[in-house]
């Protein structure tokens, strides 16, 4: 099944949402992405029919008003996408400087929606201000209304009347978490950002972070975390620690653009961390995910188990 893309957003989970899946429990009655982004997981989660109900929550408030609209305004967000767009406009960039300039004046969540069509990577980024002054890309002019109209109808049917958008804290929303929920948590990634982060404006704390999931394991929350990841030998982020007795999953991604373009053979690969309970409940071992076979899972060759031991057998699962 080809998945609606409601936007670019650069670090979407997209096209490794079907594998995220796997981890997700059957007849999950509410998923939870506290840094929601695009929402590609929830989505994906909709469309295959794997949780009930869905709660997005980004800290960017005209991200999460963006996606209120997708959902419960369609039509109207579309119509709205299709005026603005233009492909025969005499100065395209020029456009799109002005339709920024807009947004950080009136923070209008349908004009965000344009700028994410048509900037560079679908990156997010803002300045110390919290001024958007992301580039455009020279290169296109953005998704066709014709597609936008079509992704954001079938976005809407998958999750109208199912989902909450909300604009808090993450910390806020796991201290909201019921016993039934399945939380899957892609924060901004520490080993690139740090403390900051120009995609909501304030990073995260590392060591809040983990005090967070230790609460969440202690009341057994099943959670699923991308957080770090490393390029060929060199690693992005400190790993979590292993005292949260997690699962780890690696996910080869590809190679980056840059490794593609200097020639090597660098693979980026992106670590998935099961919590305690969804790792029971899963009955899931350390695994790495290889592009080279689709959809196949092999045992961790390299690497040894994170955080849990659990026994290893040669067999290919």
């Not at 949402?17 to 909709?46: D, H, M, Q, W």
């Not at 709205?80 to 406009?89: I, Q, V």
């Not at 965000?112 to 958007?132: Q, S, W």
């Amino acid at each position: 099944m080809s998945l609606p893309q409601p936007f670019q957003y650069q670090g979407s989970k997209r096209a490794l949402a079907p594998l995220i899946l796997k981890y997700l429990p059957a007849n999950t009655r509410r998923l939870i992405e506290p840094f929601c982004g695009s929402a590609a997981v929830s989505i994906a989660a909709a469309a295959h029919g794997r949780a009930k109900e869905f709660w997005l929550n980004d800290f960017n408030k005209p991200l999460s008003e963006l996606l209120t609209a997708m959902v419960n305004s369609p039509k109207e967000l579309s119509g709205f996408y299709e005026e603005l767009w233009r492909e025969d406009h005499e100065d395209a960039l020029e456009h799109y400087y002005q339709v920024r300039e807009s947004f950080n004046r009136n923070h209008d969540p349908r004009l965000l929606l344009y700028l994410l069509a048509r900037c560079v990577k679908g990156a997010v980024r803002y300045n110390g201000e919290g001024l958007f002054n992301q580039s455009p890309d020279k290169r296109r002019l953005g998704t066709q209304p014709k597609t936008m109209r079509k992704n954001i109808a079938v976005i809407s049917a998958l999750l109208k009347g199912r989902t909450m958008v909300t604009s808090i804290s993450y910390e806020d929303v796991l201290a909201n978490v019921r016993p039934d929920d399945v939380v899957y948590m892609d924060p901004p990634y520490q080993g690139v950002c740090g403390e900051r982060d120009s995609r909501y404006f304030a990073g995260i704390s590392f060591d809040g972070f983990v005090a967070e999931l230790e609460k969440l394991n202690e009341d057994s929350v099943r959670y699923f975390v991308s957080y770090d990841g490393r390029l060929g030998s060199r690693i992005y982020g400190k790993p979590l620690p292993s005292h949260l007795n997690l699962t780890l999953v690696e996910i080869e991604a590809g190679r980056s653009s840059q490794a593609t373009l200097l020639g090597r053979n660098e693979m980026t690969v992106e670590s998935l961390y099961l919590s305690p309970a969804l790792a029971e409940e899963m009955e899931a071992s350390p695994k790495v995910h290889r592009r080279r076979h689709a959809e196949q899972m092999q045992l961790m060759d390299s690497r040894p188990p994170y955080g849990k031991k659990t026994k290893i057998s040669k067999r290919i699962s």
